[in-house]
């Protein structure tokens, strides 16, 4: 492993690709490679074991690419696995976004009563709750799970009137209950920032963990002289699914898309 040892990233689907164009953005001298499970989209109705199986060996085969540092871009896989996946991972490190999204929630939050927008498993397993609780002990934490928000946004987003009344209905309880901050809890969701914060209106603080999590990146990589120093860039994009249909999505969700698609069984 050198500098020029790429970043690996991974996502049941085009959500993290949110992660990507934040990269790019901090770190856009680093090589990327991507891997979207979308044959196995979505991940957040699964149960853990399957969960657990399907990240296991998205992250064999970072390794097998020779990425330095591993960033695991679904909130659900982070919410299970990720002690299972540093135990693979060995040497090399692996960032959660439910980690960075907890701190990150706890630093914008001023009244201590954070919503969380996630999948349903990551509600039902209390990820965000947890780690939050961790660091702020008297916070108050109210989840919500959304299966339908996630599948809009992997289709394309292409429902605006829908999509409204589907962040409305799912976020009137948090909005109730005095919510300060908003952790938008999968990589999915901030594709629908613009209507998450059309529902929310400007006094609550919508965040994106990813945002805390590739500063954190950059700050391992300097702290290890592993930061990447030419302009020689190479982003690999890989899918389980069906490589037209991602090159697709790619088009609609990344700031920069590439033809650089192959499509992998794994």
Do not use: W
């Amino acid at each position: 492993m050198d500098n020029k040892s790429p970043i690996g990233i991974f996502d049941s689907g085009v959500g993290g690709l949110t992660v990507v164009n934040n990269m790019v953005k901090i770190l856009p001298k680093e090589n990327i490679i991507y891997f979207a499970d979308s044959k196995n989209f979505p991940y957040g109705i699964k149960t853990e074991e399957e969960v657990i199986k399907l990240s296991e060996r998205i992250v064999k085969f970072l390794i097998s690419k020779g990425a330095k540092v591993i960033v695991v871009a679904c909130n659900t896989v982070s919410s299970i696995a990720i002690p299972h996946l540093k135990g693979i991972a060995g040497e090399i490190p692996v960032f959660g976004m439910i980690q960075a999204g907890a701190m990150y929630a706890v630093k914008t939050s001023k009244n201590k009563r954070i919503g969380i927008i996630s999948t349903p498993l990551t509600a039902r397993k209390h990820a965000y709750y947890n780690e939050i609780k961790k660091i702020e002990p008297d916070a108050e934490i109210f989840e919500v799970g959304s299966e339908e928000m996630v599948t809009l946004v992997e289709d394309g987003i292409s429902y605006e009137k829908y999509a409204y009344r589907l962040v409305e209905e799912k976020l009137k309880a948090p909005i109730e209950d005095k919510i300060d901050t908003l952790v938008l809890g999968c990589t999915h969701f901030p594709f629908l920032y613009k209507t998450v914060k059309a529902v929310v209106g400007e006094k609550i603080k919508v965040i994106d963990p990813s945002d805390f999590l590739v500063f954190e990146v950059k700050k391992y990589l300097e702290s290890k002289g592993l930061l990447k120093k030419d302009n020689h860039i190479k982003k690999f994009y890989f899918t389980s699914g069906e490589k037209k249909e991602f090159k697709e999505k790619m088009k609609i969700f990344l700031d920069y898309p590439s033809n650089n698609i192959t499509k992998i069984n794994i």
